[in-house]
């Protein structure tokens, strides 16, 4: 069994930064593959990083440059370093899990792939 707890969502200015951390408990292996979702009110969630259990990272372009995921596997804590942000920004932010080692390019945003889900955390970012 696998939980997953995120944390660190807030409200924060344009421009400032955030870091979430998604905290595992049970069952979490250093080859699972991690990584982020958000949902934007009346939206479908999307995709915004990954990082494989080999260790590739994966970004949404809208978060490219922007955005850094990371992960302490001794802690199974996986992270999320949000810089720049922007109100478009703004939604609930979910940390998931899947067994996967590696990931795919077209694979890893789609919501269908992942296994396990966060309950998610809200960042409101205000211009």
């Known amino acids: 069994q696998v939980q997953l707890v995120e944390s660190g969502g807030g409200s924060v200015q344009a421009g400032g930064s955030l870091r979430l951390s998604c905290s595992g408990s049970?069952?979490?292996?250093?080859?699972?593959?991690m990584g982020w979702f958000r949902q934007f009110p009346g939206k479908e969630r999307e995709g915004v990083a990954a990082?494989?259990?080999?260790?590739?990272?994966f970004y949404a372009d809208s978060v490219k440059g922007r955005f850094t995921v990371s992960k302490d596997n001794a802690k199974k804590i996986l992270y999320l370093q949000m810089d720049s942000l922007t109100p478009e920004d703004s939604a609930m932010y979910y940390c998931?899990?899947?067994?996967?080692?590696?990931?795919?390019?077209?694979?890893?945003?789609?919501?269908?792939?992942?296994?396990?889900w966060g309950q998610g955390t809200q960042v409101t970012v205000s211009s």
């Open positions: 049970g069952d979490i292996f250093v080859s699972d593959s």
């Open positions: 998931v899990l899947d067994r996967t080692y590696r990931l795919r390019s077209g694979t890893w945003p789609e919501v269908a792939f992942w296994t396990y």
């Open positions: 990082l494989a259990g080999d260790g590739i990272k």
